[in-house]
């Protein structure tokens, strides 16, 4: 399985960016997909995922900023961010499971600053 993502960059406060993490093969095959992120000097955190039986489930932290989404034509799934706060500032991880394994991404650096 590959993750690859895509879309990271500089952002002003209350600005927007979009993520996409394209997968390798059927997308729909994977139990859960999304998005993880690390700060600086921090543990690596959810963002969003969508699970098969489940939904989406968000951070708190990005819950109404953040939308989750999965293009099963196009084996991506997207993170539309808006709203960006300086504590947004992160890398990026897209995140699968599938058959129990985890799978991540290379990452994304997303930096939100004026």
């Known amino acids: 399985v590959q993750l690859q993502a895509s879309g990271g960059g500089l952002a002003q406060p209350g600005g927007s960016l979009t993520l996409s993490c394209a997968a390798s093969?059927?997308?729909?095959?994977?139990?859960?997909i999304g998005w993880y992120r690390q700060a600086p000097g921090k543990q690596r955190d959810l963002v969003a995922t969508?699970?098969?039986?489940?939904?989406?489930n968000y951070a708190d932290s990005v819950k109404g900023r953040f939308t989750i989404s999965r293009d099963n034509a196009k084996d991506t799934v997207n993170l539309q961010m808006s709203s960006l706060k300086p504590e947004d500032t992160a890398v990026y991880y897209c995140?699968?499971?599938?058959?129990?394994?985890?799978?991540w991404g290379q990452g994304t650096l997303v930096t939100v600053s004026s």
């Open positions: 969508i699970s098969r039986g489940i939904g989406t």
């Open positions: 093969g059927t997308i729909s095959r994977f139990k859960t």
């Open positions: 995140y699968a499971v599938l058959d129990r394994v985890n799978y």
